[in-house]
């Protein structure tokens, strides 16, 4: 049976630190399959499909796409070939429409040269009725959920007649439902002869979606099989080379009474908005406890996280650090005082990815390396090699941190935050994009400051995550409190209950956190 598509041999060695990312990797994918590429971070495969939708050139190694033999130099050139990719992080123009993104570099013109805004809505919601989407070509993007925004990467993708979809971590941010709404529309994809990549690092979803499972370990495709024919462990043992489990061994939840950090009928008003960002939320964060903060995508949790780290003013309530009112506080004020952020978003705001993973680490502690105005080089060097160490980071001093997989990024964030914290910690989506490994690594970290004494706070959209480390959570919908689970009910908690919640769908009487 002719392949739809087949790589042979791809080599990819990034010359300026001698990473080889692929070491002669071969990949096959049958027209109408479901291909899940698995593999811990730095193992090679986003490095891999960056190559076949033409973000990176390949050193050595053949492509080809029904057969035909293709050199593939960018993405608008792999899309011209019937490849297209959804990002993990989406490429969208929030105040733009739906029509407007995904026909955006390929807009049907009125004329020579206007654009023709009735035929691209028109031919948008034409793709969007015959795949059975939930979104309107009309709607501006930035009123979407997470859910709905990667329905418009996909139109966009289809809008350009691929055959070969890749999707980085497709799950990552979406609800129970979301995921299994996602999945009936592969399926459909598939049966109608689209062929399916997708990068992901959840077992469970590997089993649930794909026909097959292609495992990458250090650069090399160590495993290719029926998805049928393997179970979750037995890869998982040939991602890592061994079996990792996401349980984390931790104290009895003591928490002192007294709050850390005390959120008062918080609420966040903007313009032109029809309704609060946060309204009227009021929560406690104990010493020693770690209070998970649920949600989908546009209900609050970003802006819960904006507020947290000083980039959002507050409208009206009080944010209170032990007796402090530090409600009026910018970022640089709270970091003075200690505040220690892990963000969502590790390669804008949690780290400068054109600065040297030593500059990263010290960014906030200068002066601790300075002497009479003088950077101290030694001193500087030996802190960040102790701190890679400890942290298990792949990676050198001197290295631009963006050169980085995801997770060593993630590592070196960690560091420097966990170095500087005081009594209270914000982690929002840590493991978003993360493998089993460096997941489980976060998780520790999380419960060792925990079992220290620390307040955490854990922003989070992955149900998984949430449930598996939060000591009690709180549950958010269109910016307010809808549930507040303690310790004992999130026992018995189900994951159907926790997106009912999330989705508006079931609400508690007067929660409060």
């Known amino acids: 049976m002719e392949h739809a598509l087949e790589m042979r041999g791809i080599v990819k060695i990034y010359t300026e630190t001698g990473l080889r990312a692929n070491d002669g990797v071969d990949l096959t ?16 495969k986003t490095t891999l499909m960056k190559v076949l939708y033409g973000l990176e050139k390949p050193d050595a190694g053949t492509i080809s796409v029904m057969g035909k033999p293709v050199s593939i130099t960018s993405p608008l050139q792999a899309n011209r070939l019937g490849i297209g990719m959804v990002h993990q992080h989406f490429m969208l123009v929030d105040d733009f429409t739906v029509a407007q993104n995904v026909t955006l570099g390929k807009e049907p013109l009125k004329g020579r040269f206007s654009y023709d805004l009735k035929g691209a809505d028109e031919a948008v919601d034409a793709v969007i009725r015959r795949h059975r989407f939930s979104i309107d070509a009309t709607k501006r993007v930035g009123s979407l959920t997470v859910g709905q925004k990667q329905q ?68 090399a495709m160590v495993g290719d099989f029926p998805t049928d024919s393997v179970d979750g462990k037995q890869i ?71 507020v947290l780290g000083g980039f959002l003013p507050i409208s009206s309530g009080a944010i209170v650090h032990k007796d402090e009112d530090i409600s009026r506080l910018d970022s640089h004020a709270l970091r003075k005082r200690g505040l220690a952020y892990v963000p969502a978003d590790r390669l804008q705001v949690g780290s400068a990815l054109k600065a040297t993973v030593s500059e990263n680490l010290i960014v906030d502690a200068r002066n601790e390396f300075t002497r009479h105005g003088v950077m101290q080089r030694k001193k500087i060097e030996a802190h960040t090699q102790s701190l890679l160490k400890t942290y298990s980071v792949k990676g050198s001093p001197s290295m631009p941190i963006g050169t980085l997989s995801g997770g060593n990024i993630q590592k070196v964030i960690l560091a420097r935050e966990i170095t500087q914290y005081q009594d209270y910690i914000v982690f929002s989506e840590p493991t978003w994009g993360l493998d089993i490994a460096s997941s489980r690594f976060v998780y520790e970290r999380m419960v060792q400051l925990r079992d220290e004494g620390a307040a955490v706070l854990l922003i989070s959209s992955n149900l998984d995550e949430i449930l ?46």
């Open 29 to 44: 994918l049958n027209k109408g399959q479901i291909l899940c590429l698995a593999g811990e971070n730095g193992a090679g």
């Open 152 to 219: 418009v990467e996909i139109v966009k993708m289809l809008y350009r007649d691929v055959d070969i979809l890749i999707l980085d971590e497709p799950t990552a941010v979406l609800t129970e439902q979301e995921i299994e709404s996602l999945f009936i529309t592969l399926r459909a994809l598939a049966e109608h002869g689209t062929s399916l990549i997708l990068i992901t690092h959840k077992l469970h979803e590997i089993t649930a979606i794909s026909d097959r499972v292609a495992i990458m370990r250090q650069g």
């Open 236 to 306: 998982s043992r040939l991602m890592m080379g061994q079996s990792v489990s996401l349980v984390v061994d931790r104290l009895p939840y003591t928490p002192v009474q007294h709050p850390v950090l005390r959120f008062d009928n918080v609420s966040v008003l903007k313009r032109n908005q029809q309704r609060p960002l946060l309204d009227g939320v009021s929560f406690a964060a104990r010493s020693g406890e770690i209070l998970g903060f649920a949600g989908v995508g546009g209900n609050g949790l970003g802006v819960l996280e904006a």
């Open 468 to 513: 598996a480390v939060s000591d009690r959570v709180i549950v958010m919908y269109r910016g307010t409190i809808v549930a507040v689970l303690e310790a004992e009910e999130l026992r018995q908690v189900t994951k159907e209950d926790m997106g009912a919640y999330m989705l508006g769908l079931r609400q508690q009487e007067a929660p409060h956190g």
